[in-house]
Every structure is written in structure tokens, then in C-alpha cells.
């Protein structure tokens, strides 16, 4: 099973940028298709985006579609999210997680998650 352990979260400013990281080990990632989650305080975990395995496709929640974008470095063994034109609804805490088998935005289809980061916008 491969390991995630996701980077880059942090304060900002409304109208601000981020780009979280999740870096994998123990498998390669290019066998997976990558998606990324968030969680608000209360909330459940909510999709936001995925990536194919070879990058060519990606797939939005239309909450973040226009503004957050998936890429990845299989030879990094790393997926990124680029996050702008933030605001305070997209604080929560950030997640990646490995579908080894299917590709879109169910939870349940993903066998593996990082432990997450948080990601905090100040209005």
C-alpha cells in the first residue's frame, strides 16, 4: 500500500495562493489515480479534485473548478494542488488519497489517505 504524507498548508490571506504537496512512498504513484479532499470543522469530507494516472485527466467539484488545479510528478512520486483566489470557505483540512483501481470523486474508491494538512484563509 503506498504512504502519503501531505505538505504546504498554512495561513493566507483571501484572494491568496497555495500549493500543497503529497509526496508517496512505498509504492509508485503513477499506479494510482490521485485525489484530492477536504474537510471542514463539522463538515464532511468533501471531494475536491482528481488526476489520472498519466496526468492526462482531471476531473473538479465545481466549487473549486477555475481556481485549484491537480498536476503530478510520477517521477517525484508527488501530486500537487495549486489553490487560487482563495477564501475563508476553503478553509479545512487538506487530504490526498490513492485510488489503485477507479478514478473520480467517491470516497470510497480511494484505498489509501494522507494524514492530511491544515489550510487556513483569513478574510
Known amino acids: 500500500q503506498v504512504q502519503l504524507v501531505e505538505s504546504g498548508g498554512g495561513l493566507v490571506q483571501a484572494g491568496g495562493s497555495l500549493r500543497l504537496s503529497c509526496a508517496a512512498s512505498g509504492r509508485s504513484v503513477s499506479n494510482y489515480a490521485m485525489g484530492w479532499f477536504r474537510q471542514a470543522p463539522g463538515k464532511e469530507r468533501e471531494f475536491l479534485g482528481v488526476v489520472s494516472r498519466d496526468g492526462l485527466s482531471t476531473l473538479y467539484a465545481d466549487s473549486v473548478k477555475g481556481r485549484f488545479t491537480i498536476s503530478r510528478d510520477n517521477a517525484k512520486n508527488t501530486v500537487y494542488l495549486q489553490m487560487n483566489s482563495l477564501n475563508p470557505e476553503d478553509t479545512g483540512v487538506y487530504y490526498c488519497?490513492?485510488?489503485?483501481?477507479?478514478?473520480?470523486?467517491?470516497?470510497?474508491?480511494?484505498?489509501?489517505w494522507g494524514q492530511g494538512t491544515q489550510v487556513t484563509v483569513s478574510s
Open positions: 488519497a490513492a485510488a489503485r483501481r477507479v478514478y473520480g470523486p467517491n470516497r470510497s474508491w480511494y484505498d489509501s
